[in-house]
């Protein structure tokens, strides 16, 4: 049969003259390749001290983004939730009170936020579904633990502190919508 | 009978219809959009122009074309019209001026309104409106006020189009709100702060074709496309009882009217099917309904998401045979 990659070597016997057979020049060609891997650039990295750097486009934990007066973005509309190919999302919405401006940005805020980051497969459609820009995917890893209950994250360890912002404008390379 | 000719499509309809019920009756993606127009109202329609059509051949008489692009709601048929709606530039480039001017003060507050997903401005804007805004001004607003208890108005997301002040004044007794002022300040409001309370005044929320009026009793509850519309009945001594309860599981979280494709309430027993405040307000209790089954939902709604009916089922769901 016609081999369809075309791509297959026949293995040929052929006779090896008397210089191929004392092998030591094939050997001193290996042991240079060898020798010059040493004067190189490692391709490894040494784990526990060193830190790789991630892709900007890093999909990890999630963060719920406050805007620049510290207002949460998030409206609880609802479209990362039905966005989420794996389920989950889930959220509760209440109305903003009178006094309260200064915590929501809109008038209807998410009063619960919940990710299973059991469930998460990391797809980031939540964060392309979002009209808010309020959710976003981080180069931060998700922590291991023996508790199942323990990955259901809530607006705790999703809203981001005020004190220590998450910078996010790598991603947000597409820019605001509706521009031209 | 009188024949007519609407983008290639002939059908004979009675004399007096409007091009926009004459195009409703040969169905299809022929029909104008209307945001106005409602055919249980009285009065209605010619406000919002999203129903514009050209009108290439005026009768057989005088075939002559109308100068300008006709409101098709208010517009009669006359024999031999020849009326070209998605096959004319013209109109598709009116419609989206049309659509431009209605979102001018539209917050586009879509992610926190209620009306999201079931919305007649968010269907105009996604078909014929554009991406982009050119309106740079500020917008005109308004604080959201409430109509009675039960009714939340919003007026930042109102287009004008006078439904709900038809219902007032059709389907209850009296009618305590209109809209005061002119051009773009006008408003819906109620006569000095008086709630609107009436047996059937819940419709407007129906009738609205945008967020304006909204439910209280649902406000925030969920959004439209998590929740399962399920047609049911009651026997309800104010009106039909005939209502979709949208379901979450075992429980009803808001009762609406049966609209149906061009979101207007159904008929039944020869009258429109408007739902008494009884019903919609107060009865959310499971017991109280007969669930009929699930709604047939167009399948590119955002309703249908997750859920299992669909208005045109695949081949193979049709006829399980051609699965094999």
Redesign the interface.
């Known amino acids: 049969m016609e081999s369809l990659s075309n791509r297959k070597k026949v293995v040929s016997n052929k006779k090896m003259t008397f210089i191929e057979s004392l092998y030591i020049p094939v050997i001193a060609a290996g042991m240079g390749l060898t020798f010059k891997h040493m004067f190189q650039k490692a391709a490894t990295y040494r784990s526990p001290e060193q830190k790789r750097e991630f892709s900007p486009y890093y999909r990890g934990m999630h963060v719920l983004k406050r805007d620049e007066e510290g207002r949460e973005n998030c409206t609880a509309c609802g479209l990362c939730a039905v966005a989420c190919p794996a389920e989950a999302i889930t959220m509760v919405a209440s109305e903003r009170k009178p006094g309260e401006e200064h915590l929501y940005r809109e008038e209807k805020y998410a009063s619960i936020y919940e990710i299973n980051m059991l469930r998460c497969i990391f797809c980031g459609l939540c964060e392309e579904a979002c009209p808010k820009e309020a959710i976003f995917l981080t180069d931060r890893l998700v922590p291991s633990n023996f508790e199942r209950q323990s990955f259901v994250y809530g607006k705790d360890k999703l809203v981001e502190d005020m004190n220590n912002r998450i910078d996010i404008t790598k991603r947000q390379h597409t820019g605001k919508r509706g521009k031209r | 009978m009188v024949k007519v000719t609407i983008d290639g499509v002939e059908i004979e309809v009675e004399e007096g219809t409007t091009i926009l019920n004459a195009a409703r009756q040969a169905g299809g993606d022929i029909v104008p959009p209307a945001m106005c127009y409602y055919t249980g109202l009285e009065g209605s329609g010619g406000k919002c122009r999203s129903c514009l059509v050209e009108v290439a051949a005026g009768s057989e008489r005088d075939p002559r074309p109308m100068p300008k692009l006709m409101a098709s709601c208010r517009t009669e048929v006359q024999h031999g019209m020849v009326v070209k709606n998605k096959t004319s530039e013209r109109v598709i480039d009116a419609r989206e001026g049309v659509t431009e001017f209605l979102l001018i003060n539209h917050p586009l ?4 309104c209620d009306q ?1 997903g079931e919305c007649d401005l968010q269907d105009l804007s996604f078909k014929h409106g554009v ?3 050119r309106f740079e001004e500020e917008k005109r607003t308004f604080a ?1 006020r409430d109509i009675g208890d039960k009714i939340k108005l919003h007026m930042n997301r109102c287009i004008m189009c006078y439904r709900c002040v038809f219902v007032a004044q059709q389907l209850t007794n009296k009618r305590v709100h209109g809209v005061l002022n002119r051009g773009d300040r006008s408003e819906i409001s109620t006569y000095i702060e008086q709630a609107l309370d009436s047996d059937f005044i819940g419709n407007v929320i129906d009738v609205c074709p945008v967020g304006a009026l909204t439910d209280k009793t649902f ?5 439209v ?2 929740l399962k519309p399920m047609n049911a009945h009651r026997d309800c001594p104010t009106c039909q009882g005939i209502a979709t309860v949208w379901m979450f599981g075992n429980e009803i979280y808001r009762v609406t009217g049966r609209k149906d494709k061009y979101s207007e309430i159904e008929r039944h027993n020869g009258k429109t099917a408007w739902i008494c405040d009884t019903c919609r307000f107060e009865t959310k209790d499971v017991a109280k309904w007969v669930i009929e089954g699930p709604r047939i939902i167009n399948r590119y709604s ?1 309703i249908s ?2 859920h299992y009916t669909n208005e045109n089922p695949l081949d193979a769901k049709k006829d399980p045979k051609k699965l094999q």
């Open positions: 507050d879509c992610p926190i999201a991406e982009w805004s959201p406000r925030f509850k969920s959004r496309w998590f955002v998401t997750n």
